[in-house]
């Protein structure tokens, strides 16, 4: 079974400031996929970044990246240079072939 | 570009009424995904189809759920004999491709549903 753990209910950061959320998993799968979502207070999902299991280099959108080692089981994701907009909840999710299971979040609140 | 939409956004019943929800995926994606999320938590897996196929249900999906994707276009989950434990988000997502490993899943706005 996958399983998806999440070790920050809450984070606060101030604006502009870097910020790392931590991502653990367990597989025994060989090929899975990890994802980020976003979800403000409005509800909606938001997905934000991917790293395939056996991609070689972190991914990166923009202002966020996926800090992925592999031997640890680690997917964290870093946000660059924070904005008040960040505010919301982050879950991690990991994949195999069928389903997405999700981490329990962790809440992020930017300060001005 | 329409995204996944749900209907209705919130619902109010009383225990032990039925409660029917609807998902409009991205047009050309085959895969339909049901989740539940209760507050403070991560979403939870109820159930998926590809196309008009059920392929895999939760255990958290009791004989009280029950989901269609006719023509596998859209789809509906409907909850008979509701209880106070089944208030939480419902929320339906959609994938193009076959495997969801490399597919992120596209939500859509959940409806969220309280029971009485």
């Known amino acids: 079974a996958q399983k998806i753990t999440q070790t920050q209910p809450g984070m606060f950061v101030q604006e502009k400031e870097a910020v790392t959320l931590d991502c653990t998993y367990d597989?025994?799968?060989?090929?899975?996929?990890l994802f980020w979502y976003k979800q403000p207070s409005s509800g909606e999902m938001i997905f934000l970044i991917y790293?395939?299991?056996?991609?070689?280099q972190n991914a990166t959108e923009g202002r966020y990246s996926l800090n992925f080692q592999k031997a640890r089981k680690s997917a964290n994701l870093v946000i660059s240079a924070s904005q008040l907009g960040d505010s919301a909840m982050y879950f991690c999710?990991?994949?195999?072939?069928?389903?997405?299971?999700f981490g329990q979040g962790t809440r992020l609140t930017i300060n001005p | 570009d329409t995204g996944v939409s749900q209907d209705p956004r919130h619902k109010i019943t009383k225990r032990g009424q039925n409660v029917t929800f609807r998902c409009d995926p991205i047009?050309?994606?085959?895969?339909l995904y049901w989740y539940r999320q209760t507050l403070g938590q991560g979403p939870e897996f109820l159930t998926y189809?590809?196309?008009?196929?059920?392929?895999?249900k939760s255990r958290l999906l009791s004989d009280r759920f029950s989901a269609e994707r006719p023509k596998g276009s859209f789809s509906t989950l409907e909850i008979q004999r509701t209880e106070q434990g089944d208030s939480a988000m419902y929320l339906c997502?959609?994938?193009?491709?076959?495997?969801?490993?490399?597919?992120?899943?596209?939500f859509g706005n959940g409806t969220r549903l309280t029971v009485t």
């Open positions: 999710a990991m994949a195999g072939a069928q389903k997405l299971v």
């Open positions: 790293q395939g299991s056996y991609d070689e």
């Open positions: 189809f590809q196309n008009e196929a059920q392929l895999e």
């Open positions: 997502a959609s994938s193009l491709k076959l495997s969801s490993y490399n597919s992120p899943l596209h």
């Open positions: 047009s050309e994606h085959n895969r």
């Open positions: 597989t025994s799968d060989q090929s899975y996929g």
